[in-house]
Structures are given as C-alpha cells and as structure tokens.
C-alpha cells in the first residue's frame, strides 16, 4: 500500500468520524429542543383516558391521533371531558378527603383545593377517574383494589366513597347519588319542622 493510499484511507476514516460526531451532536440537540418545546407547552404532563384502557397515558408518548374521553392537565389540575364543545366547571363537594387502602392513608386536601372539571351535567367522571388525577398529580401509585375516600362534605358528614359509587352533579358540585337524597331529606325535613 503506498503512503498516498494510507493518507486517503485515514481521511476517508476521519471525515466518518467528524460526520458520525456531528450528526450524533445534531440529534442531542434535537431531542432536547423537543423535550423543552413539550416542556413549554405542557405536554408533558397532560394525560389522556382513553375508552379501552385502564390508565390513561401521557400526551408527550403519543404520536397518532387517538380518540380521548377525558384529558387531565396536571400543571393546572383539571379534568376536561373532550366531547363537549360547551362546559360547565365544577368542583369537588368535599370539604377534606382521604383515600384509604389496606397499607395506609393518604390526604387529598391540596389536590380536591385546586381540581376543577369541565364537563356537563351529563357527563360524570368515575371515582376512579378521579382517583387516577390524584394518582398522577401526587406520583403515588398503588393498587385500585379495595380503597375507601373518606370524605367530609360541604355539608359537614363523613361519607365514605367506594370506586363503583355514582356521582351527580348539583350546583356545579359533584356528589355522592345517595348523599344528594339524604339531602333533599334533611332540606324537606327542616321546611316541616319551621
């Protein structure tokens, strides 16, 4: 091999490199302008329930359109259910909260402070839903199995809330199918005594 064939291999070997270098430098650069640019926009923390699925998967790990029923915004502690082009934003009825499950007790009191819905009156997030928002705004992660809200209402009871319990909405508050009767009840039964 004669010295004008080596010095043309070794070129040929340091162009790859510098090629290989910068586009390597060029796709790191890529990726984090990406990861600000969702950053930014908030992507990386929205999350999509998707009929179908158990959990609901986070907006920044989707590249084809889905079809959603409700999206839950971190940043901002909302639920939106996504088939509704008018809302109404409603709270949750309660007061203070504590999901229980056989290991121990967790406090809901930060998260129900600043979780609003926007839905309508037809459309009624599930506890689970709902637990799952807390789930993703706390990072605590557990088994659905067998947990209990224990909750004090805007009217001062204790109730206790298990994952299959209805929900409606009244006064832009959601609440307990069973507690709004009782409501009615106490309301009815204060106009008989006056």
Not at 29 to 38: E, G, P, R, T, V
Not at 50 to 72: D, K
Request: charged share 20%; proline share 2%.
């Amino acid at each position: 091999m004669s010295w004008q064939s080596f010095l043309f291999v070794k070129f040929i070997s340091l162009c790859n490199y510098v090629y290989e270098t910068i586009d390597n430098t060029h796709k790191q650069c890529q990726n984090i302008y990406y990861y600000l640019k969702d950053y930014y926009k908030g992507h990386h923390d929205v999350w999509l329930f998707i009929p179908g699925h158990t959990f609901p998967l986070s907006l920044n790990n989707l590249n084809n359109a889905i079809n959603t029923n409700w999206i839950y915004d971190n940043y901002d502690n909302t639920l939106m259910f996504t088939k509704n082009e008018e809302y109404d934003i409603c709270k949750l009825s309660w007061l203070s909260a504590k999901i229980v499950n056989s290991n121990s007790e967790y406090e809901m009191d930060t998260f129900i402070e600043k979780f609003s819905i926007y839905t309508n009156t037809d459309v009624i997030p599930s506890l689970y839903i709902i637990c799952i928002c807390w789930c993703i705004y706390t990072k605590n992660w557990f088994t659905m199995d067998n947990i209990e809200i224990h909750v004090i209402d805007d009217n001062g009871d204790e109730v206790i809330l298990h994952l299959n319990d209805s929900l409606i909405i009244k006064n832009n508050k959601l609440y307990k199918e069973i507690a709004i009767q009782n409501m009615h009840l106490k309301e009815e039964q204060k106009k008989k005594d006056e």
